[in-house]
């Protein structure tokens, strides 16, 4: 879910907000920043900020998306790491 927000200096700023870790790890092997981990309750919200992320997000969920298998697999490692460290 693409999310605009006024960034300290008053400038309108794009991020990206995901829920699903396996399109998380697949931006993160593009190439895109995660900036943050958000929960909401029992949800954790994935947070991005990069160019090109709902392009990238189309070509993940239609299947389309190239990424190198031991990288993707690494990402997605490090991020349940991630999951359950802040759990």
Do not use: H
């Amino acid at each position: 879910m693409l999310v605009y927000i006024l960034d300290s200096k008053g400038e309108l700023k794009m991020e990206y907000k995901t829920k699903d870790l396996g399109e998380a790890a697949a931006l993160i092997t593009e190439g895109i920043k995660l900036v943050g981990l958000n929960w909401e309750e029992n949800i954790c919200w994935f947070e991005f900020s990069g160019a090109d992320i709902k392009k990238i997000s189309d070509m993940y969920w239609s299947g389309d998306l190239l990424v190198p298998a031991r990288v993707y697999a690494g990402n997605l490692r490090s991020l349940k790491d991630r999951l359950f460290a802040q759990k």
